[in-house]
């Protein structure tokens, strides 16, 4: 069974930062390319990162330059280190990850963002 849990959310003033981490099970983490979303209310989830399994890491440009992802695939973990956070980056934040027939999403961690 694929589960994927995410920690990591909070509240945190303008300029913040946050570290979200995402723990994977039942999967070949390894080998898998992962990702991170997020939402908002009465959006589509928007692509904010991922990686692949050797490393290659792809931003959305709204965050690149202030985020950053990685692994541990010794802890099946996935991190979105979040720096100089901002209003508009308040969101629920998702962990995702594509497994061809079947594509699993984490439960989500809500950020905020305010002063």
């Known amino acids: 069974q694929v589960q994927l849990v995410e920690s990591g959310g909070g509240l945190v003033q303008p300029g913040g930062s946050l570290r979200l981490s995402c723990v994977t099970s039942g999967t070949s983490f390894s080998s898998d390319v992962m990702f991170w979303y997020r939402q908002t209310p009465g959006k589509a989830r928007d692509e904010v990162a991922s990686i692949s399994p050797g490393g290659r890491t792809l931003y959305a440009d709204s965050v690149r330059g202030r985020f950053t992802i990685s692994r541990d695939n010794a802890k099946n973990t996935i991190y979105l280190q979040m720096n100089n956070l901002r209003p508009e980056d308040t969101a629920v934040y998702y962990c995702?990850?594509?497994?061809?027939?079947?594509?699993?999403w984490g439960q989500g961690t809500q950020v905020t963002v305010s002063s």
């Open positions: 995702y990850v594509p497994l061809g027939r079947n594509n699993y």
